[in-house]
């Protein structure tokens, strides 16, 4: 089994969610368990963990590694936007910590068949349910060019959208995930390149986003943990890019009580109500340290908010 990479911002993450003995914790993306065994550490004895992923290769690997720590967690196969029917299931009302590692794991990108990079060629896939239909490859060789077009620029924020979209269609089928990287990589121009960043990573990231629904699951989860806490506990989200940090800044600020309707509607209908304190307010990064240790860790930003 592929090793799972040091969790990022680690430090940071403890810093926020503060875990105590006896508390319950729920880890809505274990992965391979870099953040859970940290908690679980620190809420023995008589403290619950929960940890929740969608991949089969990620609650193995979490298995393993929180073995000691067996009478004190829960591993849940599930998508974390339906939490609240996990944590009713499993019998637990409140939380006092919920931790959110959006986007791939190291784990994901690095085992080839999974067809997440565009690093190793491999059938194109992108599912982290492996049970679940949709793959990648259905994405690219079925969407009309507009439709494809609009899906890269939408999740990916492309410039080159419509031009890669329109190399792909003429190439089809796109089987692998070097075929559609090389199509890509021929579409955008080599003046147009990004130092240090493959032309295809926003394509890559706009077909992983649409095939897992993660933004989707992104809001649903974060309304489902924020109704979950009990009063003073926290929630800590990590997200990896622009769309992510987005939706998770404006759940927060509505759930805080920041109105975003029209000046002059006689009542609100955003739905805003205060019942979190913003811990953050502006992202935390990671140290150049860890970036310099940890490369996956540079784009990541963590937010935190405490109910009330």
């Known amino acids: ?23 319950t914790y729920i ?3 274990v992965g391979g368990g870099g953040h859970s065994i940290e908690i679980a550490k620190r809420i023995v004895p008589g403290g619950l963990l929960i940890g929740i992923d969608r991949d089969d ?3 193995k690997a979490a ?41 791939v794991s190291s784990h994901q990108l690095d085992v080839p068949e999974r067809g997440f990079s565009f690093r190793q060629d491999a059938l194109l896939d992108m599912r982290m349910d492996a049970g679940e239909a949709l793959t ?11 439709e494809l077009s609009d899906l890269i620029w939408k999740y990916g924020e492309d410039r080159w959208a419509r031009r890669i979209a329109k190399f792909i269609v003429k190439r089809r089928p796109v089987r692998t995930t070097g075929e559609l990287a090389e199509t890509i990589k021929a579409a955008v121009p080599v003046g147009a390149r990004a130092e240090n960043i493959h032309p295809a990573t926003r394509t ?22 924020i109704r979950l806490l009990e009063s003073g506990g926290r929630i800590c989200v990590l997200s990896y890019h622009s769309l992510e940090d987005r939706i998770v800044k404006e759940t927060f600020l509505r759930f805080s009580g920041r109105c975003k309707c029209p000046p002059g509607l006689p009542i609100c209908t955003c739905g805003a109500r ?31 908010a405490q109910k009330l």
Do not use: W
């Open 1 to 23: 089994m592929t090793e799972y990479h040091a969790p990022v911002m680690l430090k940071e993450v403890l810093e926020v969610l503060q875990p105590e003995a006896g508390a």
């Open 27 to 29: 880890d809505c993306t």
């Open 57 to 59: 290769d990620a609650l």
């Open 63 to 103: 298995s393993l590694r929180l073995e000691e720590f067996k009478n004190s967690v829960i591993l849940e196969k599930g998508n974390f936007e339906n939490l609240g029917e996990i944590a009713e299931r499993l019998g637990v009302t409140k939380a006092r910590g919920i931790l959110l590692d959006l986007g």
């Open 136 to 146: 990648a490859a259905e994405l690219v060789n079925t969407l009309s060019e507009r």
């Open 204 to 225: 890559f990231q706009a077909l992983r986003i649409v095939v897992n629904r993660e933004l989707e699951s992104l809001q649903n989860g974060l309304e489902s943990a």
């Open 274 to 304: 205060e019942i979190i304190h913003i811990l953050t307010r502006r992202p935390i990064s990671p140290t150049d340290a860890e970036v310099k240790a940890n490369p996956r860790a540079r784009s990541a930003k963590l937010r935190a």
